[in-house]
């Protein structure tokens, strides 16, 4: 199957669904200080570098699935509690859910924390 990844980091999540079998064909990532790691771990895999607020829906491709870690910081008990309110709070709720309700993949996995909930 072949999976789309946002917030891909050095693709630890990434890692796991290869393992079984699914094929990263894509991910977004533009932490300029963990590319690298990211680029040894999956040579095969376009990597798109810019701000997930600028990738225009139409530059990812169709797949299977897809999976991501959104940044956590404003949902999580140790975090900031700022949620929505805070920029990366939106990052899942308007770049990470509108990926997944455009593309209409099999299945998505977003992993975070409860305080998303």
């Not at 894509?26 to 990597?47: Q, R, V, Y």
């Amino acid at each position: 199957m072949k999976i789309v990844s946002l917030f891909s980091g050095a693709g630890g999540l990434d890692k796991g669904f290869e393992l079984e079998n699914f094929r990263i064909i894509w991910a977004n990532e533009n932490d300029k200080h963990i590319l690298e790691t990211f680029k040894k771990n999956f040579p095969g895999t376009e990597l798109q570098t810019k701000s997930i607020t600028n990738v225009k829906l139409s530059e990812i491709p169709e797949c299977d699935g897809i999976i991501g870690g959104p940044p956590c910081q404003s949902w999580s008990a140790a975090g900031s509690h700022r949620g929505k309110d805070d920029p990366r709070g939106q990052l899942f709720l308007h770049n990470f859910i509108k990926v997944v309700n455009g593309k209409k993949p099999k299945f998505f996995l977003a992993e975070n924390v409860p305080g998303l909930k």
